[in-house]
């Protein structure tokens, strides 16, 4: 009997619609062995609930698959690079039905220190003096929507400017990848990313545009350019498992952050619309 749809994380129909054609076909073992046990829409379910809820694997609720085996897919699709196809599949879907070309020519990139759990081990951990916070940093790109290009974790005490040169040859290197049409070549970027990491990107053909605070700020202003990249950040960290830093290695962690730009960009496919947040409710009394 198919598991009953029961959880917020859950893909509704109209979201598995989008997603199944994603999935590698399911197919016999290689060695002659039986066929896949557990429907591909329960794995997923389960993935999306670890992610969402930031659960450990092993405390996945019983109506799941064992975790065991939703583990192995999770590591076997990674190893396909499949969570890096549907990034990319599903970006273009959501610029196409904004209007814009399926790939985009200007992007956005920050980065964000977050603390580790005891299960991040020393070899990949450090400390950030400016934001007080011992654990990992996440570097991302985004293009002007939002939407994840891509993404590198690496030890909080890793500098911006030399997180950034590191970041721009992965973006490169996923466009050659997905022999990509169209290639980022301006990117938008805080003061933190300033100086010789600026002029480094020219041998890259890309241009670094600064985009610093107004210098009589005082408190939260929306900053031109860099809220959309912001705000992507608030996407992801509203998935629990990114709450903090839970993953031994960083590329799980990595793996975390495009299963959560999946699932927000396949609910912003059916929905139509980017998400809005309901207004103030007032207290009624009784």
Request: proline share 6%; glycine share 6%; charged share 30%.
């Amino acid at each position: 009997m198919a598991r009953v749809q029961r959880y917020p994380s859950d893909l509704s129909d109209a979201e598995w619609a989008v997603v199944e054609p994603l999935l590698p076909a399911p197919s016999a073992h290689p060695r002659g062995g039986r066929r896949e046990k557990h429907p591909r829409r329960e794995i997923v379910d389960a993935i999306l609930y670890v992610v969402r809820t930031g659960c450990a694997w092993r405390a996945l609720p019983v109506d799941f698959p064992p975790w065991e085996t939703v583990y192995w897919y999770f590591t076997r699709w990674e190893q396909q690079k499949l969570t890096f196809r549907m990034v990319d599949a599903l970006r273009a879907m959501v610029r196409q039905e904004a209007g814009r070309d399926p790939e985009p020519s200007a992007g956005l990139m920050d980065s964000q220190s977050v603390k580790g759990s005891d299960t991040v081990g020393v070899d990949t951990r450090g400390y950030d003096a400016g934001k007080k916070v011992n654990g990992r940093k996440r570097f991302i790109v985004t293009d002007t929507l939002g939407l994840l290009l891509v993404a590198l974790v690496l030890p909080a005490s890793v500098q911006d400017r030399d997180g950034g040169r590191k970041l721009m040859l992965e973006l490169r290197h996923r466009q050659i990848m997905a022999k990509a049409t169209r290639r980022v070549r301006h990117l938008f970027a805080d003061a933190g990313f300033a100086g010789a990491f600026v002029d480094w990107a020219r041998t890259l053909r890309t241009t670094i545009e600064i985009v610093r605070k107004p210098a009589d700020q005082k408190g939260f202003a929306v900053i031109p350019r860099r809220w959309a990249v912001e705000r992507t950040f608030a996407w992801l960290t509203a998935h629990r498992r990114l709450a903090r830093d839970h993953e031994r290695h960083p590329a799980t962690s990595e793996a975390i952050i495009r299963w959560a730009a999946i699932t927000t960009m396949t609910r912003r496919i059916t929905r139509g619309h980017a998400a809005t947040r309901p207004g103030p409710r007032p207290l009624a009394t009784t």
